[in-house]
Nanobody
Framework: EVQLVESGGGLVQAGGSLRLSCAAS????????IAWFRQAPGKEREGVLC????????YYDNSVKGRFTISRDNAKNTVYLRMNRLKPEDTAVYYC?????????????????WGQGTQVTVSS
């Protein structure tokens, strides 16, 4: 059974930091691109960052450059999203998704596996 479980969300003040984790199981983790998406209230889900052994790290949202970083630990089947200098506009439910094998060409909404999401709220 494929599982993606996000954790680490919470309430933080603007300027603060959080680290989200995405623990995966049930598929060959090393061969998959893993991405973080987010969905703010009333808005569509959008990609944030992706990591793949095939094409490296891809930023889907340039607004997080310099603030967010993505990393993966293949030994633990876990991907992390480190978020620094958080802003109120970063408030959203954050989801991780897996799809094979490239960040640049993945069809997340058609073929991807998704977690249930974790809420991040940034207060001003």
């Amino acid at each position: 059974e494929v599982q993606l479980v996000e954790s680490g969300g919470g309430l933080v003040q603007a300027g603060g930091s959080l680290r989200l984790s995405c623990a995966a199981s049930g598929f060959p983790f090393d061969d998959y691109a893993i991405a973080w998406f987010r969905q703010a209230p009333g808005k569509e889900r959008e990609g944030v960052l992706c990591t793949s052994s095939r094409d490296g790290i891809t930023y889907y949202d340039n607004s997080v450059k310099g603030r967010f970083t993505i990393s993966r630990d293949n030994a633990k089947n876990t991907v992390y999203l480190r978020m620094n200098r958080l802003k109120p506009e970063d408030t959203a439910v954050y989801y991780c998704a897996a799809e094979s094998p490239y960040c640049s060409t993945s069809s997340w909404y058609v073929d991807g596996y998704w977690g249930q999401g974790t809420q991040v709220t940034v207060s001003s």
